[in-house]
């Protein structure tokens, strides 16, 4: 489909001023936002700090990725598969080759080690694991990642009560079964900075003339996801969105593909699976993907982005609905599993879909 015919939504916002109001009922827009008939998106508004934050933090990406090999080779973690300190070539295009594209660098703002429990952390390495920092060779990386990734858990957590409030007003919940309990006491949550090389190519390769040439298709599997927008630089100099096919598309509850755009004063917030399957299908996520710029405008071009994934502890017993539509057969007779066995059963079903 080419991207000409796909309509522009922006996303549900609400201000800052008004989500930290708990006497202020934002279920209509939490409904039009996250519900079964939304994009599954909404974005927050005039966040005090915001602003400086994601610049502080986005200017330090291309820093980052043009370190010495030899010091990203010491800041990455194989054990983890990749899930903490940097990674570059890990993962696969759709196409099946390696993603040199782009690099991630992944850490736990909340906590740098969430635990010494050496069986957990072989059980669960993506999520127990300890964060590597640059110490010496880029100090400012850990100040500013955890300063933005605790900016979006607090805001994040005040989405999660008005989507509590919206869902307790159709099933009956638990006060400490809901998003808002679940995301505060957990110990794995997940901040991801990614830097996309600049590319010489400004004729479309196969990988990048599709939809999703920056980031396949794919639906968040955690509960909350937090994103900001991108910020693209030449030669180190900060420029405006280059190509307006660029940037996220969602494929709605209808299955229509939109390309949704958000300001960068703004912190959007996407629901994961865990959250559909856990609030019985009232808060829905939606599949979504990253196209990226082509033409001559998009060679030589950098893009710095960061996204902080929510999700519950791996500890966390998820006592299922009785009416769960996606998922179903992994969920045992009892309706009851911790997030971290409910992920291990996903990554196996994926796992076997792949091979």
Not at 18 to 33: A, F, M, P, V
Not at 64 to 93: C, I, M, T
Not at 210 to 225: E, K, P
Not at 227 to 238: G, K, N, Q, T
Request: net charge negative.
């Amino acid at each position: 489909m080419p991207a000409t015919t796909v309509p522009t939504l922006t996303p549900v916002s609400i201000s800052y001023s008004e989500l930290k109001e708990k006497e202020t009922d934002l279920s209509r827009n939490i409904e039009e936002g996250f519900g079964p008939n939304g994009l599954g998106i909404l974005s927050v508004t005039d966040v005090p700090g915001f602003s400086s934050l994601r610049r502080n933090l986005l200017r330090l990406s291309p820093r980052l990725a043009n370190l010495p090999e030899q010091v990203k080779k010491e800041l990455e973690d194989p054990d983890s598969r990749y899930n903490f300190g940097w990674s570059h070539g890990k993962e696969k295009l759709e196409s099946g080759k390696p993603d040199v594209l782009k690099g991630s660098f992944y850490a736990n703002p909340i906590l740098d080690t969430p635990t010494t429990d050496e069986a957990l952390i072989q059980r669960y390495p993506s999520y127990c694991g300890s964060n590597i920092w640059p110490k010496h060779e880029l100090p400012e990386l850990e100040v500013a990642f955890k300063a933005m990734g605790k900016l979006i858990l607090e805001v994040g957590l005040m989405v999660a009560f008005h989507c509590d409030r919206y869902v307790s007003k159709a099933i009956k919940m638990h006060e400490d079964e809901g998003l808002e309990q679940v995301l505060f006491r957990s110990r794995c949550h997940k901040g991801r900075l990614l830097y996309y090389f600049p590319t010489k190519e400004s004729t479309p390769t196969e990988d990048n003339k599709n939809m999703s040439s920056w980031c396949g298709w794919h639906t968040d599997h955690g509960s909350l996801t937090g994103l900001i927008c991108a910020m693209y630089m030449r030669d180190a100099v900060e420029i405006p969105f280059p190509d307006s096919d660029a940037g996220l598309y969602i494929r709605t509850r209808s299955d229509q593909i939109v390309k949704v755009v958000f300001g960068e004063e703004e912190i959007a917030y996407q629901i994961g699976e865990t959250t559909e399957v856990m609030s019985s299908g009232y808060l829905c996520a939606t599949p979504h993907c990253v196209r990226a710029p082509k033409g001559e405008e998009a060679s030589g071009l950098d893009r710095s982005t960061f996204a902080f994934f929510m999700q519950p502890d791996w500890d966390e017993k998820l006592n299922f609905p009785e009416e769960v539509h996606i998922h179903k057969e992994l969920i045992p007779p009892n309706g009851s599993l911790t997030f971290g066995e409910y992920t291990e059963k996903l990554l196996d079903k994926y796992y076997h879909l792949k091979t």
